[in-house]
């Protein structure tokens, strides 16, 4: 296919979701109708909801604004690429604040009730069999935020313009939820409501040639391999007597490895060691140097995040 | 001058870690994989501790 053919249009009006089917190969459209308009959204495995998109996993990965070029991943232990971001033409976008909520309005604003974005998401979930406890951590698309010198996470005005989009091609099967963002007295969306604009494609063959590829790891575990792959269907928990824990590569077990270190590579040593942390214990010190070396020298990724290049 | 012995204590996942470093051609053994390490971060960070220590 050399043109993208559109499947379906909608448009969400002020204070709803809605929840698409979005086939893999299918690309989603999120556009602004008149402008300054945040997006929240989940998205969820459609053939099985217990794998949905996470935020923290797609921060280390791609940073606090994925754009254009990067990934949404799903939660440990899946941790599969679930959609692409084919476009973006503002590259503004959040994975650090959480959805809004009825409770932040009635604590900070004194609202009874009052649109907010856990509530859209679990309303238009709702149309799948979902409650409001599978609403999952929010990808904020347009809405522009930072850290601030303390370590708080701020928000503050958008300039989008009537047009912009994001276009998510789907490298899965997933129900994709959107909704425009409730917060109307805030400055995530200019402190106004506005419709949002999704239109559902099929992608081209282009399109579909310019997802970079992902690796495929045992360690991304499904269903078939859990110990116990049931889905919890009661809310009390109660302690299953048979449980033996099995706890992978346990018991730790310590090894020493002396080295010796001739006067020169003492003082090479003395010179770069981390005092400041392990003080004199100089075993500490020499093992941060080697797994430190370790990390410059061979890690492909930012450390605590995976390495997404495809060998 | 005598060598100073510091005895590193490393876990098996670490040492897993080691020992596939060394399979791919890295150093020889294990005590020569800690020798370079040394040498090649030292050189990395000779100016760090002037410069405030953050690395």
Redesign the interface.
């Not at chain 1, 077990?253 to 001739?262: F, K, N, Q, R, S």
């Not at chain 1, 140097?289 to 370790?294: G, H, P, V």
């Given at each position: 296919m050399t043109s993208r053919q559109v499947i379906s249009e909608f448009v969400m009006e002020p204070g709803t979701g809605k929840a698409i089917e979005l086939l893999k190969g299918q690309i989603l459209r999120i556009e602004q109708v008149e402008g300054g308009q945040c997006a929240d959204f989940n998205c969820f495995n459609l053939h099985d909801y217990k794998e949905f998109m996470h935020c923290g996993r797609t921060r280390t990965v791609h940073g606090f604004h994925p754009t254009t070029g990067t990934f949404m991943w799903s939660a440990p232990p899946r941790e599969r690429a679930m959609l692409y971001i084919l476009e973006d033409t503002v590259g503004r976008n959040d994975v650090l604040f959480p959805r809004c909520s009825a409770y932040v309005y009635e604590a900070a604003y004194g609202f009874a009730v009052h649109t907010n974005c856990h509530d859209i998401q679990a309303e238009a979930q709702r149309e799948y069999g979902l409650t409001p406890d599978d609403v999952h951590d929010s990808f904020n698309l347009f809405m522009c935020t930072g850290v601030d010198e303390d370590g708080h996470a701020f928000m503050t005005r958008q300039t989008t313009r009537k047009g912009d989009y994001v276009d998510l091609l789907a490298l899965m099967d997933v129900l994709a939820v959107p909704n425009v963002c409730g917060a109307d007295v805030m400055k995530t969306s200019n402190f106004a409501l506005k419709p949002l604009k999704l239109t559902v494609f099929a992608a081209t063959d282009a399109d579909l040639a310019s997802v970079p590829r992902t690796p495929t790891l045992a360690s991304q575990r499904t269903p078939k391999d859990f110990k116990n792959p049931a889905i919890k269907s009661d809310r009390p928990l109660r302690r299953d007597p048979a449980y033996k824990p099995e706890f992978p590569?346990t018991p730790?077990?310590?090894?020493?490895?002396?080295?010796?270190?001739?006067?020169e590579?003492?003082a090479?040593?003395k010179?770069?060691k981390?005092t400041?942390i392990y003080g004199d214990d100089?075993?500490?010190a020499?093992?941060d140097?080697?797994?430190?070396?370790?990390e410059?020298?061979?890690l492909q990724a930012h450390a605590g995040a995976p390495s997404i290049e495809s060998k | 001058?005598t060598?100073?012995?510091?005895?590193?204590?490393?876990?098996?996942?670490?040492?897993e870690?080691?020992d596939r470093?060394i399979a791919q051609g890295v150093a020889a053994d294990?005590?020569a994989?800690?020798?370079l390490?040394?040498?090649?971060?030292?050189a990395?960070?000779?100016g760090?501790?002037a410069k405030g220590?953050a690395?």
């Open positions: 590569n730790i077990v310590v090894t020493e490895l002396p080295i010796a270190l001739t006067p590579e003492l090479m040593f010179a770069v981390r400041d100089d075993a500490a020499l093992r140097l080697l797994f430190s070396w370790w410059e020298r061979f | 001058m060598d100073t012995i510091v005895k590193l204590r490393l876990n098996q996942q670490q040492l870690l080691m470093t294990r005590i994989l800690v020798r390490a040394l040498r090649e971060y030292a990395a960070h000779k760090d501790a220590g690395r």
